[in-house]
Every structure is written in structure tokens, then in C-alpha cells.
């Protein structure tokens, strides 16, 4: 498993975490384990709300993350999934 926390605005005052990532193909891994790897790990403030999976980490040419296309990747996620729950 590959991932990486990132911020998303909910509000003008504040954010929740959430966490993009990639998994292999072939395992089955669903939000609920993930959460719960993250409970035994991590402080309960700091585990994501919610974790997006992803084809791939955008990246620069030197491996780099770049966490705005991550930060608009998510957004439009987001976005696909609240025009497709009003459809």
C-alpha cells in the first residue's frame, strides 16, 4: 500500500484529513481495514475520514509528490461522487 495524507477543505474554518491511495490490483483492501491499520497506529485526530483510491501519486520528474494536482485530484473525486449520488 502507497499513500499520502492530504488536506481538504470541508469549510472556511476548517479541514479533515483524507488520504489518496494506491494499492496493488490484486489485494483486497477496503476503507474499514485501512482505518482501522490507521487506529492501532496513529492518534484517532490524525486517521483520514475518508481515503480515495487511486490509479497512481501524481509526481514530478524526480519522484517528487505534487501535492496540488493531489489537493485538485481529490477535489474532482469528490465532485464525481456527489454529481453521481444526485443523479
Not at 25 to 51: G, H, M
Amino acid at each position: 500500500v502507497i499513500g499520502v495524507i492530504a488536506l481538504s477543505p470541508n469549510d472556511i474554518t476548517s479541514q479533515t484529513f483524507v488520504c489518496a491511495v494506491v494499492i496493488d490490483p490484486v489485494a483486497n483492501i477496503t476503507q474499514s481495514d485501512l482505518s482501522e491499520f490507521c487506529a492501532n497506529r496513529i492518534e484517532a485526530y490524525k486517521i483520514p475520514k475518508k481515503f480515495f483510491f487511486v490509479d497512481k501519486l501524481p509526481r514530478s520528474d524526480t519522484g517528487k509528490l505534487k501535492r496540488p494536482m493531489l489537493k485538485q485530484l481529490i477535489s474532482q473525486i469528490i465532485a464525481e461522487e456527489v454529481e453521481s449520488s444526485h443523479a
